[in-house]
């Protein structure tokens, strides 16, 4: 039984990593192949979707990169979503995982890293940080491409902050990977 597994994982790595190198993706798609073969990835490929999302349904908050867009979601249901989102921008993306958990809001914060237009530290209101190196939820300019952040219209952000609690686990993904990896139907959103 343990070889048919062994197998059968192998044989999912493969159709993964050929998806994604089919699609282009080059050496950012070899890392994500193996952030989707983690077993956290695996655990959660096992789970249930949550309805209209490619995330599953333990998750809080659900972004896909592909289609700029998240959701939050309640006790495997979504609740809000989905909403249009801006993701990091070439070499400054944002992280793929299954796993990630808040771990820190801020109503108020602005950058220590990247300055606005106009010159002074750039406001990031209702952030929700949830991977490291600052990633958060937080209400932004969605015409610009983030420094990794996932960027929300205001009204969306302070729902995401208002709704998410320390310790709520995020999956950040791209719907066309999950699919390959969970060999299902698109998801609809």
């Known amino acids: 039984m343990r070889n048919r597994t062994v197998r059968h994982t192998r044989r999912r790595r493969i159709i993964v990593t050929a998806v994604v190198m089919a699609a282009g993706v080059g050496l950012a798609g070899t890392a994500l ?16 979707l949550a309805p209209g999302t490619p995330c599953s349904v333990s998750t809080r908050a659900c972004v896909d990169l592909e289609s700029q867009q998240a959701w939050l979601v309640r006790d495997g249901e979504v609740t809000r979503g989905p909403v249009p989102i801006a993701s990091g921008g070439a070499g400054q993306e944002t992280p793929v995982g299954h796993s990630f958990r808040v771990y820190r809001k801020n109503k108020d914060h602005v950058s220590g890293e990247f300055n606005g237009p ?56 791209n719907a066309s990977v999950e699919q390959a990896a969970r060999g299902a139907a698109p998801a609809t959103g």
């Open 33 to 48: 192949a193996e952030v989707e073969q983690s077993d956290v990835a695996q655990q959660a490929h096992a789970e249930a």
């Open 118 to 173: 106009d010159g002074n530290p750039a406001p990031m209101p209702w952030s929700v940080f949830f991977a490291d190196g600052g990633v958060a939820f937080h209400g932004g300019d969605r015409e610009r491409a983030s420094a990794g952040c996932v960027k929300l219209d205001l009204p969306e952000a302070e729902a995401f902050f208002n709704d998410l609690a320390e310790g709520d686990k995020v999956q950040v993904v």
